[in-house]
């Protein structure tokens, strides 16, 4: 198949991963159509985290491929990624702190698009910049907030305040590691309410361990077993797979995904 012609947004195949003798991710597959919300969920030390880290280009994998929109990805740096339409949350850390949340929202658009303008052209694209922040300030509900430093929002507004960041450059993937560990239930509920509207017609994968956010939020579930994807398909489905229950918290699946309706 020719790299363009993928009718995937995201597309790992038999991936592999080592870290010395010990293999983490050991042949996973995953295809993700375009505007699909993904909940990867497993147990601790199933290889989540490492999965994302391979796709977003933090490691590379041993062996195998990855695709982005039909884009072989596998073995490109972490910049040249998101430059190709993938971008991923980190937690916080991608905030400047001594920074207002408006400025924030304002660098990101500028990094960006720094690497399709020169300097002047730029220069003369300021207004676009100062209209895409405000609209991404509104998106993420912060514009009481606007002025604010960034050290001073609280947790949730933080939180809030990285999704903004990471949707800034128009990405077309989104990776977001556990978007609402650490809020309370009323902040979730809210929370998963704004990625989904951010993330409206885009791909997004989460990891997650919240099954009350999995069920609330993904179209479809990936369950990481032992560095495999053992099931990809709809919450109800996944839920009644053998397989899963077999392997991983069935009941607990089946318990939150009550709980949700
Ligand atoms: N850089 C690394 N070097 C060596 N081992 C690693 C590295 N990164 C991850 N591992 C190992 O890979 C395994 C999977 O870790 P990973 O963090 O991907 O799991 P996870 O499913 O995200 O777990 P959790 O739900 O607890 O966050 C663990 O045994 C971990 O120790």
């Not at 949350?89 to 905030?95: A, D, G, K, L, M």
């Not at 990101?108 to 002047?120: A, C, K, N, Q, T």
């Amino acid at each position: 198949m020719s790299e363009q012609a993928s009718h995937y947004a995201l597309e790992l195949r038999a991936v592999r991963k080592s870290f010395g003798k010990a293999e983490i991710i050991c042949g996973a597959d995953l295809a993700v159509r375009p505007g699909e919300r993904v909940a990867v969920i497993g147990p601790n030390g199933a290889g989540k985290s490492t999965l994302f880290n391979l796709i977003s280009g933090r490691f590379a994998p041993s062996s195998g491929e990855i695709y982005l929109h039909g884009q072989r990805i596998d073995g490109k740096q972490p910049f040249e990624i998101n430059r190709a339409g993938l971008s991923r949350s980190f937690q916080i850390t991608n905030i400047f702190p001594k920074l207002s949340v408006f400025e924030n929202l304002r660098c990101s658009v500028l990094w960006s698009m720094g690497y399709r303008y020169s300097f002047l052209r730029f220069l003369s694209r300021m207004d676009d910049v100062n209209a895409r922040a405000e609209q991404l300030l509104a998106q993420i509900r912060l514009e009481r907030r606007r002025d604010t430093l960034a050290v001073n929002l609280t947790y949730a507004e933080q939180r809030a305040l990285e999704i903004g960041i990471t949707i800034a450059g128009g990405a077309s993937v989104i990776l977001l590691d556990e978007p609402t560990a650490g809020m309370s239930n009323s902040e979730t509920g809210r929370f998963i309410q704004l990625i989904r509207e951010v993330t409206e017609g885009r791909t997004l994968l989460t990891v997650e361990h919240d099954m009350g956010v999995v069920f609330g939020l993904a179209d479809k579930i990936a369950v990481v077993v032992y560095g495999e994807v053992i099931a990809f398909d709809t919450p109800e489905r996944v839920r009644a797979d053998p397989r899963v229950q077999e392997a991983y918290l069935g009941s607990s699946v089946a318990d939150a995904q009550a709980g949700a309706h």
